[in-house]
């Protein structure tokens, strides 16, 4: 598998110059003898919820209403010529007007075995006049309707793999990871766009914690459902504002088995035994023997923390 990490897209560079670059990165991974690309979040534009429309028709430009479209058609060539499969981020209009922050999962013949919306928007809907960069994703998405879906289905050489897909913040949810582990995930797919600052202006973290924070989700996400998982970024400067990168490909052991190094265009590979996956699966995390649901009732009951009530002394 490979995640092709793409470098900024700027606000002025149309689909055309994103897909021409993803399209250079299928032909490497083809020339490394990957089966299984995955392209970051939003990867045909510029992340562009970092700016604020008044009037939100304005945003569609962003949205894709078709796929594949004219703009996105190279993609879908070049994964029949390479036999390779791909995971596409995009922001997707539907014919009746809904927009999501969505992810697909392509076979070489162009068949969408997967569609994924992404559940966990981050940021705010208004414009936020303390924040230095914007993050309008309540603003321009809606929460997404298909759950967190996992298909068995051919890619490369394996006639079934069992994949699903998180988005960008998705990753930081263990109850996301858990939907995927208990329909035994064995590929986790996620594509982001992750800033190197913090812009909420409630407080300072630094900038190698951001890194550190987005491994340590990806890598206990992948641990504890015994899956491997590919982790694309965006990275470099967009539009004035620095995403942070470092994609990796981790193990169902949690480790780390490939990571970017660059803020640029970048293909990292990785072998993913399958067999792996066993190990987690049979023991510590056998779902079915140690998983206690009649204790988890504020997971799916509750939303927000309540407060715990107080000792009252002997
Ligand atoms: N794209 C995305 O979900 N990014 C978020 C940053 C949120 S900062 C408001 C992330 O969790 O990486």
């Not at 914007?134 to 298909?151: A, D, M, S, T």
């Not at 049979?282 to 000792?311: C, M, N, S």
Request: with cysteine; proline share 6%; charged share 20%.
């Amino acid at each position: 598998v490979a995640a092709a990490q793409l470098g900024p897209i700027q606000l002025a560079e149309g689909r055309e110059v994103a897909v021409a670059r993803m399209v250079r990165l299928m032909e490497r991974a083809h020339a490394r003898g990957v089966q299984l690309v995955v392209f970051p979040e939003l990867a045909l534009t510029t992340f562009f919820p970092r700016h604020h429309h008044e009037d939100r028709a304005e945003a569609d430009r962003w949205f894709e209403t078709a796929m594949p479209s004219n703009a996105t058609a190279p993609l879908f060539a070049a994964a029949r010529k390479f036999g390779i499969t791909f995971h596409l981020g995009y922001a997707e209009r539907t014919p009746d007007g809904h927009h999501y922050n969505t992810a697909i999962l392509v076979s070489p013949e162009g068949d969408i075995l997967l569609k994924y919306r992404k559940v966990h928007l981050p940021g705010h809907a208004e414009f936020d006049p303390k924040r230095a960069v914007q993050h309008l994703e309540k603003r321009y998405f809606e929460v997404g309707n298909l759950g967190f879906p996992v298909i068995n289905a051919p890619a490369g050489d394996l006639s079934g793999v069992n994949m699903g897909m998180l988005i960008c913040n998705d990753r930081r949810w263990p109850e996301a990871w858990r939907m995927l582990g208990l329909q035994s995930v064995e590929l986790a797919l996620c594509g982001y766009n992750t800033p190197s600052l913090n812009q909420s202006a409630a407080g300072f973290e630094a900038p190698h914690l951001r890194v550190f924070h987005s491994h340590l989700s990806v890598q206990a996400g992948a641990y504890q459902n015994a899956t491997f998982a590919v982790a694309c970024a965006k990275a470099g400067t967009e539009d004035g504002c620095e995403l942070f990168g470092h994609s990796i490909i981790v193990n169902p052991q949690g480790e780390i088995t490939a990571m970017a190094t660059s803020w640029d265009d970048e293909l990292i590979t990785a072998d993913c035994n399958l067999d792996m996956c066993t190990l987690g699966r049979t023991t510590i995390f056998a779902f079915d023997k140690h998983r206690r649901p009649e204790a988890y009732d504020r997971i799916t009951g509750q939303v927000g923390a309540t407060l715990p009530p107080r000792w009252e002394g002997k």
